[in-house]
């Protein structure tokens, strides 16, 4: 396995996050793959719609192909682990190409409370997957909080080359980035809907 799961490790099924960071080397490779992909706006919704008041950020849509295959195989290895090991879903593949995102100071952004729960190409989206691609001491703000039911706030580190792990039914936001840039990849893992 790439990444174990101690034994006497605690997690919340609210939100997890994976004991081991990224090495560098990889958090590099997503980078650099990154540049070979372009900027749009980022939106909401299955009707794609632009919201400032929601969301302000922009997205690179890292579709699968020979460049990232190796990066989508790693990324699915480790989700493999922790639904196999944590959360139990009947998860069928990745519901949607890697979603690689920069939020501004400048601008201020940010995305709002919302959940992932969506009926996108096959399948339904389950699980929720955010990897940090920023240090620490690059941006302020940009914190990736989430909640149920508006209690039990928690607040993610910020640490380079962490892995959060969560249900696509958990609420969360990144709050407003008020200096620098945050650089994270996100990605989402499917299959038949709950039952």
Do not use: C
């Not at 090991?85 to 069928?92: C, E, V």
């Not at 690689?100 to 919302?114: A, I, S, V």
């Amino acid at each position: 396995m790439l990444f174990s799961f101690p034994q006497d490790h605690k997690f919340n099924l609210e939100v997890y996050n994976h004991p081991r960071l990224l090495p560098p080397k990889i958090v590099n490779k997503i980078l650099s793959l990154s540049k070979e992909f372009e900027f749009q706006d980022a939106v909401l919704g299955k009707d794609s719609h632009k919201d400032e008041l929601q969301r302000v950020s922009n997205v690179k849509w890292l579709d699968i192909g020979d460049n990232t295959k190796l990066l989508y195989d790693l990324i699915f290895k480790i989700i493999k682990e922790a639904n196999d090991n944590l959360f139990a879903f009947d998860l069928l593949g990745v519901s949607d190409p890697f979603q690689y995102t920069e939020y501004y100071g400048n601008n201020k952004g940010k995305y709002d409370w919302h959940v992932d729960l969506m009926d996108h190409n096959t399948y339904k989206r389950k699980l929720s997957m955010t990897i940090q691609l920023s240090s620490p001491d690059e941006y302020e703000g940009g914190v990736l909080q989430t909640t149920i039911g508006g209690s039990n706030l928690v607040n993610v580190p910020k640490h380079k080359g962490l892995i959060t792990i969560f249900p696509s039914y958990i609420l969360h936001r990144v709050t407003p980035v008020t200096k620098g840039t945050r650089k994270s990849l996100v990605a989402w893992f499917g299959g038949k809907p709950f039952r």
